[in-house]
């Protein structure tokens, strides 16, 4: 991670960002190249975005790179996405490293190739004493898969009689999910313009602030980070309140239960 830039503020920062990094593909053909060759642009992105993000103090930058649904794309791409992935967290690992930053990864791993799941284990090893930015990467991801998955858990625990059916709630629900332990996202960014979120932390986004840039991922930087972080921070957040108990709320900085 090396960039000339220095990140720093003056103003609060969330605790979690989540990003659905898209526009690869389109930023690659807009000037007549490979959609690869976005793709190889990308991690460029990843690394800029990882380092102004631990400069600002985040505790939490979750990003999707490749989802249950782009496993459906021409085989050759998704070798070269997973070649990628793979090879550039091996790269940076020493940097993640001297950055104090912590890799872990999400995701549906039995349909990873093993060698990439080995690969990947071992950069989650290597930066697990690492007490700064928490890296999230999302491969293989989808929320419906995480969904079904927690729901056969607790089927599981209910047929065991570790617990009843009765006593499943969002608390019990929500430790079965792969994030469990990470604070919901107080901001999710999709670069590349589309409304949607694809199958992307459905169940954790209930609250999160939502934002869209024009910009494909490619040429998303730091600058626009902080630039959506100063939006986030004039947002008010009523979790289903009225403005005026939102703004009571905010000044005992507590949240309403479900
Ligand atoms: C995002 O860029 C990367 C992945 C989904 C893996 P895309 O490859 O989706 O780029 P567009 O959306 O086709 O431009
Ligand atoms: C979302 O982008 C998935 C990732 C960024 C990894 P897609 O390009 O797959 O999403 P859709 O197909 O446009 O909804
Ligand atoms: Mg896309």
Same mark, same amino acid.
């Given at each position: 991670m090396t960039t000339s830039k220095t990140y720093t503020v003056n103003f609060p920062v969330p605790a979690h960002i989540a990003m659905i990094m898209d526009g690869n593909g389109r930023w690659a053909r807009e000037r007549g190249l490979e959609r690869a060759a976005g793709h190889v642009e990308g991690v460029n992105t990843v690394r800029r975005v990882t380092e102004a993000a631990s400069q600002l103090g985040i505790k939490y930058l979750t990003l999707?790179?490749?989802?249950?649904? %782009?496993? %459906?794309?021409p085989r050759e791409e998704v070798n070269i996405l997973m070649h990628l992935i793979v090879t550039a967290i091996e790269r940076e690992t020493p940097d993640l490293i001297k950055n104090n930053v912590r890799l872990s990864v999400i995701g549906d791993? #039995?349909?990873?190739p093993a060698d990439t799941m080995t690969r990947l284990n071992q950069c989650v090893a290597d930066t697990?004493?690492?007490?700064g930015l928490n890296l999230i990467l999302a491969i293989s991801y989808s929320s419906r898969w995480e969904i079904v998955e927690a729901s056969r858990r607790l089927a599981v625990l209910a047929v065991e009689g570790?617990?009843?059916?009765? #006593?499943?709630d969002a608390d019990i629900l929500e430790k079965?999910?792969?994030?469990?332990g990470i604070p919901d996202p107080d901001i999710l960014i999709r670069t590349g313009?589309?409304?949607?979120?694809? %199958?992307?932390l459905l169940w954790q986004i209930a609250y999160t602030e939502l934002f869209v840039t024009q910009t494909y991922w490619p040429d998303f930087d730091g600058d626009q980070l902080v630039d959506i972080i100063k939006q986030f921070n004039t947002r008010q957040r009523r979790f289903g309140l009225t403005g005026e108990q939102a703004e009571a709320l905010n000044n005992t900085s507590s949240r309403p239960s479900s």
């Open positions: 999707y790179a490749f989802s249950t649904e %782009n496993w %459906n794309r791993y #039995s349909r990873v697990a004493h690492c007490t570790k617990i009843t059916p009765e #006593s499943i079965q999910l792969a994030t469990t313009g589309d409304m949607r979120v694809s %199958n992307f």
